[in-house]
Each structure stands twice: as structure tokens, then as C-alpha cells.
């Protein structure tokens, strides 16, 4: 097990690994509210329309900095929560089916640009096309700076304001009522989603980089009832993700890293669906199984009862 620890004395991958911890956290905290709000989707199409972002960053700057990258895809991101908000205020169509429409659209769009910048013959493209899955051994310490530093940031606008988060997810027309400025607060949490995917989508990539803001959050739902406990559980169990699927990454033989990260938090959620107090399976079989030796208990009594009026 020593022999295993050792590769944490490379420098490069300390760096990873702190990167892909704070990762875990910051998404698993911003995660939480997007998954109390049912905007579960909303993540997925804020990291999906980030290609698209990216890729014209990286068309206008011709630098794979992830600074020019933060840029491109916030502005993307402002475009997809503005067009999906214009879509449903004035037609009929739902807010699924806007999403899926913005979604398809700002996807496909990045696959195109992506194509076209792998076939211009510029020679600082290579490699671009692994923000579709992420490739955390590309990192470089100045790109884990970064990541740190956002992701510090981050968790420390949802610390300050998380009172007011909270109203929001669970009450907003009361929110709005005691006056709280709920249309920036609703803007302030869409831009802190793709702050968090623009973020991580050198460690994870386009593709698994909404799953690993609900799947935290969905994960410590079932072990807590409060949401102060439940934001604390859910960025550990992101820590605990990029922890153990770096860990695993660094001892395998060239396995990925960030689909590793989501296949540990998939774990630990499936591990919550079945052995979660009061909401796993187990405890509701155990649950089922109590009330019925309990009813048959009365049945029984019941008829000592009458067989007992009867003599």
C-alpha cells in the first residue's frame, strides 16, 4: 500500500490532486442548489454550451489559457440563460423543452467549431479536443493556480450567501416579497455554474462535467434532511471523488482521470441508494418488514381476544 502512496511524491500530480479536490467541493457546493431548484438540466446545458465558448476563445486568442477559456464560455453561458429565458417567456414551449433545444444547439455548434479549428493547420490546437472528456495529466501548475483560486472564490460567494440561496431555493416568491433581488441572485447562481464547469473542464470535460455538479449534491440528499449538511456532505463527497479517482488514475496504466472522479461519485451514490438511513432501499425494507411484524403482532392479539370473548 506504501508503494501506492509514493506517487503522491510527484509534484505534478499533488498539484492535480489539489485541483480535482477543490473541484469537487466547489461543484458539489453550487451543485446543491441547482439540484434543490430542479435546474438539475440547466447544468448540463451551461457546461454543454461552453464548448462552443471555448472554442472561439480559442479561435480569437489562439492561447489553450484557461483564463481566455473562463471568458468564452461565461459569455456563452449568459447567451444559453438569456435564450432559454427568452424562449419560455415568450412561447409557449416549457423550460425542458427550451433547455434540450439551447442545449442540442450550443453542442453542436462547439463540435463544429472544434472541427474546424482541428483542420486549420494551427499548430497550438492539438489537444483541444480532450475538453470534451477532460485530460487532468495535461494540466499545468499555472492552470491548477487558477483552478484553486476559482474554486476558493466560489465557495466563498455560496458561504457568504447562503442565506439567501436558500430562500431562494425553496421560497422565491417570498424571497422577492422581504425584497431580495432574486433575478440577480438566479443570474448569480447560473454564472457560478459555469464558472464551475469552465473550471473543470480540463479535469473532466464537457460532457461528464454536469454530472459531477448534481451527483454530489443527489448523493448527500439522502443522508440529511438539512440543506447546511447537506452542502457540507455533498463537497466532500466531491472532495472524496477527485481524491480517490486521482489516486486511482495515478496508480493505473494510463486511465483517465476525470471519468474516473465520476465513476467514484457514482459509487458513493449508488452506495447511498441502497444504504442510506430513512431513504435507502435497505431501510425502507427494513421499514416495510417492521410495520408488517407489527400488524401481524395486532392481528394476532386481536383474535386471542375473540377467541377469548367468545369462551
Known sequence: MFDWLTVF???????????????????????SFAYLRKQSLMGD???HAALPGVCIAFMLSGSKSIVFFLIGAAAAGIV?????????????????????????????LGIVLLTQIQHSGNGNQSGLDKF???QAATMMKVDVLIMVIFSIVLIGICTILFKEFKLLSFDPGFARGI?????????LIMFLIVVAVVVGIQAVGVVLMASLLITPAVTARYWTEKLGLMVVFSGVIG?????????????????????????????????????????GILSKIMLRASVRSKV????????????????
Open 9 to 31: 511524491q510527484d509534484p505534478n500530480v499533488q498539484w492535480i490532486l489539489i485541483g480535482c479536490m477543490l473541484l469537487g467541493v466547489s461543484s458539489g457546493v453550487i451543485g
Open 45 to 47: 446545458a451551461l457546461s
Open 80 to 108: 444559453t440563460t438569456f435564450g432559454i429565458g427568452f424562449i419560455t417567456r415568450n412561447t409557449r414551449i416549457k423550460q425542458d423543452t427550451a433547455l434540450a433545444i439551447v442545449l442540442s444547439t450550443f453542442f453542436g
Open 132 to 134: 470534451l472528456f477532460g
Open 179 to 187: 425584497g431580495y433581488p432574486v433575478a440577480f441572485l438566479d443570474q
Open 239 to 279: 472532495a472524496f471523488s477527485g481524491l480517490a479517482g486521482t489516486f486511482i488514475s495515478a496508480n493505473g496504466n494510463n486511465l483517465p482521470t476525470g471519468p474516473l472522479i465520476m465513476l467514484v461519485a457514482t459509487s458513493m451514490f449508488v452506495f447511498s441508494v441502497i444504504a442510506a438511513p430513512r431513504r
Open 296 to 311: 401481524r403482532q395486532e392481528q394476532s392479539m386481536l383474535q386471542v381476544d375473540r377467541g377469548e370473548k367468545s369462551v
